[in-house]
């Protein structure tokens, strides 16, 4: 079978990396994005090296900038002939009191998290209806999408607009055989958070399973849900929190 292509965004680090990890075992080439250009490179010799049969092409620019979305997936097309998936990883969290809570903030949390999201499954859409094979396009949404979180108001709101986004998209794209859904992460081990030595004890303490997640425990979930194996799934969103929503005590 002829490999698959994928555009990730944020993948140059964490759950994106993760999952570029994933797709390439599951022969799928890639296009790996993230704003840090030396992380991206990393990134992509790390997938390629674990996964020399497929190929992986990095390319660092900022995903919530609408002429860099139209590149990543015009890139996709002139490297690899097609895009086949397209997730949208990339995201900002920036906390405030809602008070106090700057437009600057506002606005930066919602270019990122919702127009880059928005846009890149624009585009990406754009191109699978001319290929006319279908396609599958996954959101990053959060568990801060459906529980509250303190100083996270805006963050959360971008979030749960995302899996609304998912719900919509299906009327407009299941026509084309396009599938949309979306994972919504709970309390996840990466680089940023366990710049918190208190994180991993704090969340294991609190989530109904005993631990945070890992990135790979994301990325399999997001893996299945840009296979095949998820071929009549779409409009979906998964959370994947070891049951913290159900319960939801707070981390503080």
């Known amino acids: 079978m002829e490999p698959k292509v994928a555009i990730i ?3 140059g680090q964490g759950i994106g990396l993760a999952i570029a990890r994933q797709l390439a075992s599951d022969n799928f080439y890639l296009v790996i994005n993230d704003l840090d250009a030396e992380l ?10 674990a996964s020399p049969q497929v190929r992986c092409l990095p390319l660092p620019g900022d995903a919530g900038d609408l002429a860099f979305v139209d590149t990543l997936v015009a890139t996709a097309v002139r490297e690899f002939g097609r895009v086949d998936a397209a997730i949208a990883n990339a995201g900002i969290t920036l906390f405030g009191d809602f008070l106090q809570y700057s437009p600057e903030a506002f606005y930066k949390v919602m270019q990122v998290n919702l127009g880059g999201s928005f846009f890149l499954a624009q585009a990406a859409a754009r191109q ?15 568990v801060t999408g459906h529980q509250a979180h303190l100083n996270l108001a805006a963050y959360g709101m971008s979030k749960a607009a995302l899996e609304m986004l998912a719900k919509h998209l299906v009327a407009e794209l299941g026509p084309h055989r396009i599938r949309v859904n979306a994972v919504a992460p709970g309390a996840t081990l990466t680089e940023r958070t366990l710049h918190d030595p208190t994180y991993a004890d704090t969340w294991a303490r609190i989530t109904p399973l005993g631990r945070p997640a890992t990135v790979d425990d994301i990325a399999a979930a ?3 849900l840009v296979s095949d194996k998820a071929r009549h799934i779409t409009g979906q969103s998964l959370v994947i929190d070891g049951g913290w929503t159900s319960t939801s005590p707070q981390p503080y």
């Open 9 to 11: 965004t944020g993948a």
């Open 222 to 224: 997001a893996a299945f």
């Open 128 to 142: 699978m209806v001319a290929q006319g094979s279908g396609g599958a396009i996954l959101f990053m949404s959060s």
């Open 40 to 49: 991206a490179q990393q990134a992509a010799a790390e997938v390629q090296a």
